[in-house]
């Protein structure tokens, strides 16, 4: 039997478990100085070969939209399931200026095509650039980007797919604990759906 609950849709519920992509946004403020944050409301918004956007939705009054307001800019870095501790630590309220990839001991390389760094000890990595911005509430504030560059691990290369899919062990966020923590979880065994099921994705 199902039960109706009280809507209080914050992403993050207790009553509902809702899985996350967990990723470390970086971006550069005015005078060049770098930012990195963790976001899980990272979603793919156009799969176009032409013209790919992402979405990214986040709280405005955080030093990640400040700074992509301010340059237009950004880059999504997926990390490993083995730097959950490095994604919790950038989520700490530091102040502004301050760069939380040298507390996570992570690493800054230059990114292909925009000013924000990329995230060495990470695997994948979208360099975007703003198309669009949306502003939902008085509180929220939601970028559509364009996806100008696309990096990974060469190791990962000339694996399969499903190589590519375990050995890259991706993480998945599902929300805090009532004691301020943070809840990942990773795979512990993949499932391949028969070739001849072939969902329509688009």
Known sequence: MKKSIEVEFLWHLDQLVLPFPVTIITTVDSGGKINAAPYSLVIPFCASKKSPQIMLSCNRSWHTPQNIEATGEFVVNYPGAELCEAVAETGRFYPEGVNEMEYAKLT????????????KEC??????????TMNPSKTQITFIADIVDVSIDEKFLGMSREERIKEINLPVYFGPTDDGGSVFGIAQEYRLCSPDIKPDLY
């Open 123 to 132: 695997r994948q990595h979208l360099e975007c650039r703003v198309a669009q």
């Open 108 to 119: 800054a390389i230059a990114s292909n095509k925009v000013m924000p760094p990329r995230i």
